[in-house]
């Protein structure tokens, strides 16, 4: 679909007008999404924007007209009708086949109300063509023309330029020019409104195409004139259609396979990848006009969905005030307040936080803390780390040397890694009476070679990468005992498990213990942008600070270039002040609910494992290790995005989804399943 999109300030400021003279100039077609105000026939409802498009000799068509002379929302609820940005854009490029430019003509400016939650400005994020601006050149209109223009840009679409339209004529004075203006002061500001939008916009990289002057009723008899000032706004819609959005010679899929390295894929062989072009709500919008439901919160961090405005709102903010400034010798508010923030809702103790720039450089730190101290309290022989097999805690060399060192991916780096030590997982189901003898192999192994470990480290309740193993809680708290009576710290990996996905806000509260090291990430930024913390205990932290000089003196090495980044401090607040705010409760044991009606009849069928579900985790497990690309292609078709791999479908959807959505997850799953593609 090219073309562009055109919009106004306000209701009322001839974008009909602008939209059927690029029409004649463009031999464009105008797509209207919604037209009210329409008027009965006895051939049926005629619409007036098509009318005045075709009056002037261009081409026009409205998809959906309602009599009364009011707002999409409104004429639509009055009909018993109700409209989506995903089906008017299905409907749009629909009607779009075939033609070489079209037009969409908005109704009124950008927030006028599609339905309850969306907007015209949604529908343009979905369709994501440029934007031509409509202003009405009267008083008030810089500052509208500016917001407008903040809006539009905000939601990264490309203003492709304003045009200024007079509707009224020029003796006629604003209403809020006041009594006694006249119309010398009038014409003042109209010329002005030329001169002062071209200067600010400009600051905005948006180019002012027109100044369309009082053309009177009859724009027909004008049409000459408006053909000649509309001609630099035709142009420039020109240049953006003829504009190449691919590397000369290259198409984009196929720079990506000669150029880009995708994660634990290899270079010269890689799987099919399928480009993005949007993402609302919990949908991932795909260059050929296809939706995939999102089943995997982009790896487990986009618990609101995407496109959340206190979100970007927070973002964009900080983004004008100070996007980064470093962290060393230097504090800031953002950093402060998340700080303030998490100290609140993370289990009672943790009282000292490090901003680190990512999960595994979280996890990094973590592993230094817990050697830092234990060298501090003259313990120098405690270097190495004890935790269970099957975990996952990055891929940095640090935490891969704590990760599955047998079937985890990092077994090419064996001989690289640091050597630590690693006892069989916890054999005990979540859903299952807690056996003691799980924690024997802990215990043995803590009582012959306490004096080596600095800490254990694990994934609380859920092992996530390695396995989506969920294991009883009593096998962590049963751990908690042993790290205290041999004075051994205890870190607790929630970045995959952190704010909500098993059911309480961190998974470590299902045991009702406080680790002495946690590290978060993922769902932390709402899935926005990168960025992680490491907390302690204040143990921890002044046992560090104690270290005598040749210790290090009581400083902690480590400090990322990225630490504590304003953006990311202010995202990640915003992210955990909507969680927060909303029924993540009340969502999650939904989602628990759906994952496990819809899929429980999997247990036992041919090719499965089995089948488990935990808060708002489903998983599939297989008896082979599926054929990822085979079985990404079947998800692609079935409308769904599903990322298996190993011996594991599993989803993690949106905190948000609707039950619809969730059952098509699973259908999905289920039908892979009956035609034995996991087989």
Same mark, same amino acid.
């Given at each position: ?113 599609? %339905? ?8 343009? $994020?979905?369709? +994501? !063509?440029? #934007?031509?601006?409509? @202003?009405? =050149? &009267?008083?008030?209109?810089? %500052? ?8 539009? $840009?905000?939601? +990264? !679409?490309? #203003?492709?330029?304003? @045009?200024? =339209? &007079? ?25 002005? =409104? ?486």
């Amino acid at each position: 679909m090219k073309g562009c999109f055109v919009t106004a300030t306000d209701t009322e400021a001839g974008k009909t007008l602008v939209s059927a003279g690029l029409s004649c100039l463009l031999e464009a077609l105008v797509l209207k999404p919604v037209q009210t105000g329409c008027v009965q026939t006895a051939e049926g409802l005629r619409a007036p924007d098509v009318e005045a498009v075709e009056g002037l000799g261009g081409r026009a068509r409205a998809l959906h007209c309602y009599l009364p002379p009011c707002s999409p929302h409104l004429a639509c609820e009055l009909a018993r009708e109700r409209l989506s940005v995903a089906g008017l854009a299905t409907e749009l490029r629909a009607a779009a086949q075939g033609e070489t430019c079209v037009l969409v003509e908005g109704a009124g400016g950008l927030h006028v109300p599609v %339905n309850e939650q969306e907007s015209m400005l949604d529908l343009m $994020q979905e369709l +994501g !063509l440029p #934007v031509l601006l409509v @202003v009405a =050149n &009267r008083l008030g209109c810089l %500052n509208q023309a500016l917001l407008s223009i903040e809006a539009v $840009q905000a939601r +990264g !679409l490309e #203003v492709a330029g304003l @045009v200024l =339209n &007079r509707v009224v004529e020029p003796e006629c004075c604003d209403p809020g020019c006041g009594s006694t203006a006249s119309p010398e002061d009038e014409a003042r500001i109209l010329a002005d =409104n030329v001169t002062s939008l071209q200067r600010l916009a400009a600051r905005r990289h948006v180019p002012l195409l027109a100044d369309i002057p009082y053309l009177g009723q009859k724009a027909c008899a004008a049409r000459e004139e408006l053909m000649e000032r509309l001609a630099p706004a035709a142009r420039r819609v020109q240049e953006l259609l003829s504009e190449p959005d691919r590397r000369a010679g290259e198409s984009l899929l196929d720079f990506d396979r000669n150029h880009l390295w995708h994660p634990y894929t290899s270079a010269t062989n890689p799987l099919p990848v399928y480009e993005v072009t949007s993402t609302r709500a919990n949908r991932l919008c795909l260059a050929d006009g296809r939706e995939l439901v999102d089943g995997m919160s982009s790896w487990w961090c986009a618990v609101h969905g995407y496109g959340n405005e206190r979100l970007i709102a927070a973002m964009t903010r900080q983004a004008q005030r100070m996007s980064h400034v470093m962290f060393g010798g230097i504090t800031h508010r953002p950093a402060v307040d998340l700080g303030r923030r998490l100290l609140e809702i993370v289990p009672q103790g943790l009282d000292w936080l490090f901003y680190a720039d990512s999960g595994s450089v979280s996890v990094e730190v973590s592993l230094k803390m817990a050697v830092q101290y234990q060298q501090a309290r003259g313990r120098a022989k405690r270097q190495h780390f004890l935790t269970p097999m099957g975990g996952y805690h990055g891929d940095t060399q640090g935490a891969m040397s704590v990760c599955d060192p047998v079937n985890g991916m990092h077994v090419l780096f064996t001989g690289l890694l640091p050597r630590h030590y690693f006892v069989e997982r916890p054999t005990c189901r979540f859903d299952k009476p807690f056996d003691p003898q799980s924690l024997e192999a802990a215990k043995t192994f803590l009582q012959n070679k306490a004096d080596e470990i600095a800490a254990v480290i694990l994934e609380p309740i859920v092992q996530g990468a390695g396995g989506m193993w969920f294991y009883h809680p009593d096998y962590l708290k049963g751990l908690r005992e042993l790290c205290d009576a041999y004075d051994i710290l205890l870190i607790c990996d929630e970045i995959a498990t952190g704010f909500g996905r098993t059911g309480r806000l961190f998974a470590c509260e299902w045991a009702g213990i406080t680790p002495d090291i946690m590290c978060l990430g993922k769902a932390l930024c709402g899935g926005m942008m990168t960025g992680a913390v490491t907390l302690a205990t204040r143990r921890v932290a002044q046992g560090i600070g104690q270290a005598p000089t040749e210790l290090g003196g009581g400083l902690l090495m480590h400090g990322p270039t990225f630490m504590a980044n304003p953006l990311f401090c202010a995202t990640a607040l915003a992210s955990v002040d909507e969680l927060l705010a909303s029924p993540w409760q009340e969502r999650v044991a939904s989602l628990q609910t759906w994952l496990h009606e819809g899929l429980a009849p999997n247990a036992g069928q041919p090719g499965v494992r089995d089948v488990r579900v935990l808060g708002a985790i489903g998983v599939v497990e297989t008896e082979k290790p599926v054929n990822m690309g085979l079985l990404q292609q079947f998800f692609v078709d079935q409308g769904v995005w599903i990322r298996p791999f190993d011996h594991l479908v599993y989803v993690m959807p949106p905190f948000t989804s609707p039950k619809e959505d969730v059952d098509r997850l699973c259908g999905a799953i289920s039908s892979a399943v009956r035609k034995g593609l996991v087989l």
